[in-house]
């Protein structure tokens, strides 16, 4: 099935008494890459979360949103180290007696000793947090899923409709095809005549018209050209979950050398023409499949 790049989704759920919302939003990119923008309370989980959208997702940018409102922005638990305060004071001590000096250590003093006041976060809230943060992600994702899919079948339609346009240029060049050869034989035979001092033989003459002629001959190109619009349509027409992004594109690529090749050949304005329309055609279709997954 084809998807879009282009997608959104959002989900609010609860955890630990603390209200959360998860959006997740992506556009089209080259390869797959993954931002998350959450508070400070939910930097552990970021490995995770970028992990979890790439298991769902194969190409784009994603940008994750976590906002939280609640009690408190971090579970942690506040402690103090006794070990290391009893031995800040007991050389504080020795300083005093060492020098002679008056006073006593103060808590603000013993406090703002690097050391003396940590936070150490709860595994279990996170673990618990991250339990509610993955069910609302894949509920978010499952969303955002859907608009891409939605957004691919407006996309499928278009370049449906521009492949049948591209298929009958490409049958009105072929019709137009053998007549243009056949003006470029008779061309080349008049400007062999006239460049031609003596009479030429009839044998030598019409193998080197043959030869001329044959390098305006679009028979192969058009044939090409048709294999990979069958290609094309089949692919946009899969309902497998396999992305087909970078395929489409490189046929593509294939069709516009094949149609450059067809105008650089046939010797004919109408033909000409037509391979103008095609590649025009042909670069709508691209600016559609770069938002392709």
């Not at 609010?12 to 603390?18: N, P, R, S, T, Y």
């Not at 959006?23 to 390869?31: A, K």
């Not at 019409?206 to 048709?226: F, H, S």
Request: include cysteine; charge should be negative; aromatic fraction near 4%.
């Amino acid at each position: 099935m084809i998807r879009s790049m282009t997608g959104y989704g959002r989900k609010e759920f609860e955890a630990g008494g603390i209200h959360i919302t998860l959006e997740i939003r992506s556009v089209n990119n080259r390869y797959i890459d993954v931002q998350v923008k959450a508070p400070r309370s939910f930097a552990s989980l970021e490995p995770r979360i970028k992990k979890a959208v790439q298991e769902r997702c194969s190409r784009g940018r994603f940008d994750v949103f976590l906002t939280r409102n609640g009690e408190r922005e971090s579970g942690g638990r506040i402690f103090a180290d006794d070990l290391m305060i009893g031995r800040y004071l007991d050389v504080l001590r020795q300083i005093k007696q060492q020098f002679g000096l008056a006073g006593e250590p103060d808590l603000a003093m013993v406090a703002g000793f690097p050391g003396m006041i940590g936070v150490t976060e709860e595994k279990e809230d996170i673990e618990v947090m991250w339990l509610a943060v993955s069910d609302g992600l894949r509920d978010a994702i499952t969303e955002l899923d859907g608009m891409r899919a939605a957004e691919g079948k407006t996309l499928v339609r278009d370049m449906a409709r521009r492949l049948g346009i591209i298929e009958g240029l490409m049958q009105a060049v072929n019709t137009l095809s053998p007549a243009s050869v056949e003006q470029a034989r008779k061309r080349m035979a008049e400007t062999l005549s006239r460049l031609l001092a003596e009479q030429p033989d009839p044998v030598r003459l019409a193998q080197e018209i043959a030869i001329l002629a044959e390098r305006t001959d679009v028979t192969e190109e058009i044939t090409r050209l048709g294999s990979h619009l069958e290609q094309f349509r089949a692919l946009i027409s899969n309902q497998m979950s396999e992305p087909v992004g970078r395929k489409l594109d490189f046929l593509l690529q294939e069709m516009g050398r094949e149609a450059n090749t067809i105008a650089s050949k046939a010797m004919n304005a109408q033909i000409a023409h037509h391979i103008v329309d095609m590649k025009s055609e042909l670069e709508k279709i691209r600016e559609q499949v770069q938002n392709i997954e």
